[in-house]
């Protein structure tokens, strides 16, 4: 399995992106998708996920700014970011898990200027 974010980018505080990601390759169901993030100096920290029942989980940091989606017939999750803070500046790192199985994307740079 192949994960591909796009999306990212450079955006100013209280704005607006809407990150996605597509798997690819011997695809079954991939229980859990999500997001994680990786600041400068920082370790890689949760953000978001949801499972193919559509049940979503948040870190407290991002809860009524961000939404993740997915859309199973397309092998694809979204993260819609709202109300962006310079704290938020971040490489995002698409997840996926199946079976026994943890998959990983390359992630996409998130720069929030003040």
């Known amino acids: 399995v192949q994960l591909q974010a796009s999306g990212g980018g450079l955006v100013e505080a209280g704005g607006s992106l809407r990150l996605s990601c597509t798997a690819s390759g011997t695809v079954f169901s991939l229980s859990i998708m999500g997001w994680y993030r990786q600041a400068p100096g920082k370790e890689r920290e949760f953000v978001a996920t949801?499972?193919?029942?559509?049940?979503?989980r948040y870190a407290d940091s991002v809860k009524d700014r961000f939404t993740i989606s997915r859309d199973n017939a397309k092998n694809t999750v979204y993260l819609q970011m709202s109300s962006l803070k310079p704290e938020d500046t971040a490489v995002y790192y698409c997840?996926?898990?199946?079976?026994?199985?943890?998959?990983w994307g390359k992630g996409t740079q998130v720069t929030v200027s003040s």
């Open positions: 949801i499972q193919n029942d559509f049940s979503a």
């Open positions: 997840y996926a898990h199946s079976g026994f199985m943890d998959y």
